[in-house]
């Protein structure tokens, strides 16, 4: 499993030889024909043909030819044969195909692929059952399972199980006593799922009353850290799970990266705390006047991005990534100001 510590590892690593970052994204439509994935590939090695070392252009063309399984929705490489590193990472979600030649691996694709789909728990809750996932970047780490006291669907009316009642006795009472119980039981169990997978994000998925009334059950900071509900069958199966949840998250951050490129925009538009264009912002940069740094991902090369947005971290500014069809496409970067 790829984390933060591995992220940190590479991150460490600096050569005075080149080293080749190289990101494949693996479409799953073309999955039968993975002669397109390495046309692309070719493609991509053939661009930094001349920066590269041979060693890594020939070590990167072997693995791809003998040894990769073209299995997951992604995958990155760095070499560098003369430095001794050499890593393989696929990734069960999407990177964009690219590829860059530097003094040390160049990470930014994968600082956003975490910051994008990251850590986060499902819980797929009914009346009398617990279904619980953790999720890392697309990849089931852990589930549980906890079953509550049965809920009795008793009929209201004069049978024999009417009769047998005792007197005065609600049905519908016992029924919504066991389920609160129940309910309670689940947001605990809950609570001590997301405190041992160390859980920032939760989705909730179910039928919505039961969904509601589970949700106001959880204590803080768990309400807090709900990030959406969905409607989804106890039944669906693991991958299900997994797929609904990631459409999910990747919609909430691609409406927050709308948000944030209309907003740069419009500031900018009016001459207020914001400015788009190469060179405005990169001479905001200069001048310590960006608070966050926005940038179309894959728009700018590495030898632009990388300096400037080492600079706004140095001055501690934040980074924020935007898709091509945002309001800053044809921008490609952009910044809110601090003044």
């Not at 689940?186 to 939760?202: V, Y």
């Not at 009334?213 to 969905?230: D, H, I, K």
Request: charged fraction near 20%.
């Amino acid at each position: 499993m790829f984390d933060r510590n591995n992220l940190e590892e590479l991150a460490a690593y600096e050569s005075t030889k080149p080293v080749v970052s190289l990101y494949l994204n693996l479409a799953p439509h073309l999955r039968s024909t993975p002669e397109a994935y390495r046309a692309r590939l070719k493609s991509l090695l053939k661009e930094v043909a001349g920066q590269a070392a041979d060693e890594d252009i020939a070590a990167i063309e072997d693995y791809f030819n003998k040894s990769f399984d073209w299995q997951g929705r992604s995958v990155a490489v760095f070499s560098n044969q003369a430095g001794g590193l050499w890593r393989v990472q696929t990734f069960a979600v999407p990177l964009r195909s690219s590829i860059y030649v530097g003094s040390r691996p160049f990470l930014l694709p994968l600082v956003r692929l975490m910051d994008v789909y990251g850590s986060y728990s499902v819980a797929l809750v009914d009346q009398q059952t617990l279904r619980l996932l953790h999720v890392h970047l697309g990849e089931l780490v852990a589930t549980q399972r906890v079953e509550g006291e049965e809920v009795r669907r008793q009929k209201v009316g004069g049978g024999a199980a009417g009769r047998s009642r005792t007197r005065g006795e609600d049905p519908s009472s016992v029924t919504q006593t066991t389920v609160r119980s129940n309910l309670k039981t689940f947001a605990d169990a809950l609570a001590a799922f997301c405190k041992q997978h160390q859980t920032e994000h939760i989705l909730i998925g179910g039928a919505e009353p039961t969904v509601n009334a589970f949700r106001e059950m959880l204590g803080q900071p768990w309400q807090n850290c709900v990030e959406s509900t969905f409607n989804i069958s106890m039944r669906a199966s693991d991958s299900e799970v997994i797929e609904r949840s990631l459409e999910i998250v990747l919609s909430q951050v691609e409406a927050g990266e709308a948000e944030l490129a209309q907003r740069v925009k419009a500031l900018a538009a009016r001459g207020g705390n914001g400015v788009v264009g190469v060179d405005d912002t990169l001479a905001a940069v200069q001048e310590g006047r960006v608070q966050t740094l926005v940038l179309v991902e894959g728009a700018l090369p590495p030898e632009v991005a990388g300096p400037a947005i080492a600079h706004v971290l140095d001055h501690g500014g934040e980074i924020e990534f935007v898709g091509e069809e945002s309001a800053l496409g044809a921008d490609r970067i952009g910044a809110l100001l601090r003044y």
